[in-house]
C-alpha cells in the first residue's frame, strides 16, 4: 500500500510540475506561448487502474486568420489501445477559434506511461510561420486485485478428471434405433401413397365367365377382330389362372405355366390348359388363320378349365348356361 501511494504522489508532483500555472485541472499541460497559438493537452485521469478508459484531449487556441497542422496524434500514444476517438465542435471565445480533439485510451498492463509532447506548426495571416510544443503528460495504471493478495472473487482452477466414456453398445443401439425409424418412414409414405390395394369385388371365375360372355360378341368375319379376340381369351385364362393359383401366369410362357400346375389341376386339366395355350400362340404368333370349328374349340376348353377349377364353395352347377352366339 505504501509502494502504491508512493508512486501516487510521485506521479501528482511531477504533473504538477509540468502545468502551467494558468492551466487548471488534475492532469493538465499548456504551452506558455500566448499568440498567435496556445495549446492545452490533459487526462481525466493521471492514475488509473487496468481497464480503465483515460480521456486523452489537445485543446488549440487560435488567433483570427492562423492556420495550424495537426499532427497524427495516435501514433504517438505507446502503451494505450485507442477504443475511441473525435474532435469537439470548433467554437469562438473572444476573437479566436478554439479546437478541441480527444482521445479514448485503454491500458491493459500495469505500470508507468509518457504520453509525448506534442509539436503544432502554424502560419499567420500574414505569412509567418512557428510552432508550439506541449509537454509530457504521466500516467500511472495500477493492477485492481489488492497487493497483499487477499483477493476473495478468484477461485483455483478446479483438477481435471477424466470424463467418462460412452459405452460403444449405446451408439450401437442409437444407430439401429435410427434405421429402425428411417425405414418405417420410408414405409408408412409408400403405404401412403399407394393406398390400400384394392379388393377384387368378384372371385376370379366369376370374372373369367363375364369377360368370355362378352368375347363371344366378336364378330368373326373380321380378321383384324378375329386376332385380336385370340390375344383377349388367352389374357383371360391367363389371368383367371393367376388369380386362381397364385402363379404369375400373364408373365410366363406356355413351357412355364403347365408345369407349375402341377399339384393343384387334375392332369386332364393339364392338358386342356396346354392345348389352350398352344393353339391361341399358334394364332397369335404365327399368324394362322382358324376356321370355325376351330373357334369355337378354342372357346370351349378355356369355358371348360374355367367350370372345372372353380373352388369347392362355388358350384358351377348353379351358374346360368353361357348362350352359345
Known amino acids: 500500500m505504501a509502494d502504491r501511494l ?19 485541472g488534475p492532469a493538465e ?8 497559438v496556445r495549446a492545452t493537452v490533459q487526462v481525466d485521469r493521471a492514475v488509473a487502474t487496468t481497464g480503465d478508459v483515460i480521456e486523452y484531449s489537445i485543446e488549440i487556441d487560435l488567433a483570427a486568420g492562423v492556420e495550424v497542422a495537426i499532427p497524427e496524434t495516435g501514433s504517438e500514444i505507446a502503451g494505450f489501445r485507442i477504443v475511441d476517438l473525435g474532435e469537439d465542435a470548433a467554437r469562438e471565445v473572444d476573437g479566436r477559434t478554439v479546437r478541441r480533439f480527444w482521445y479514448r485510451l485503454r491500458a491493459d498492463l500495469i505500470g508507468s506511461y509518457i504520453l509525448p509532447a506534442l509539436r503544432l506548426d502554424y502560419t499567420t495571416a500574414e505569412g509567418q510561420t512557428g510552432s508550439v510544443e506541449t509537454s509530457e503528460i504521466f500516467v500511472e495504471v495500477e493492477s485492481v486485485l489488492p497487493e497483499d ?6 477461485r483455483d ?10 459405452p460403444p453398445w449405446l451408439w450401437i443401439g442409437l444407430a439401429a434405433l435410427a434405421l429402425l425409424l ?29 369377360a368370355l360372355a362378352q368375347l363371344r360378341q366378336t364378330d368373326f368375319d373380321d380378321l383384324r377382330a378375329l386376332r385380336r379376340y385370340y390375344f383377349e381369351i388367352s389374357e383371360v385364362l391367363r389371368t383367371y389362372v393367376e388369380a386362381r393359383f397364385g402363379l404369375n401366369a400373364t408373365d410366363l410362357t406356355t413351357e412355364e405355366i403347365v408345369p407349375r400346375l402341377q399339384g393343384l389341376v387334375e392332369v386332364h386339366q393339364e392338358d386342356l390348359l396346354r392345348r389352350f395355350l398352344v393353339e391361341t400362340d399358334g394364332v397369335k404368333y404365327a399368324a394362322r388363320v382358324p376356321g370355325a370349328e376351330q373357334i369355337e374349340s378354342t372357346y370351349e376348353s378355356a369355358l371348360r378349365f374355367v367350370e372345372e377349377t372353380v373352388p369347392a364353395e362355388d358350384d358351377p352347377s348353379e351358374r346360368e348356361s353361357l348362350e352359345v352366339a
Open 182 to 210: 428411417a425405414v418405417a418412414g420410408w414405409w408408412w409414405r409408400r403405404r401412403r401413397r399407394e393406398g390400400p390395394k384394392p379388393q377384387p369385388s368378384q372371385p376370379a371365375h366369376e370374372v373369367a365367365f363375364e
Open 149 to 154: 493478495g487477499g483477493a476473495t472473487d478468484i
Open 29 to 36: 499541460v499548456s504551452s506558455e506561448i500566448s499568440d498567435p
Open 6 to 24: 508512493l508512486r501516487s504522489v510521485l506521479a501528482s508532483l511531477l504533473l504538477l510540475a509540468a502545468c502551467s500555472t494558468e492551466s487548471p
Open 157 to 166: 482452477v478446479k483438477e481435471l478428471r477424466r470424463v467418462a466414456e460412452e
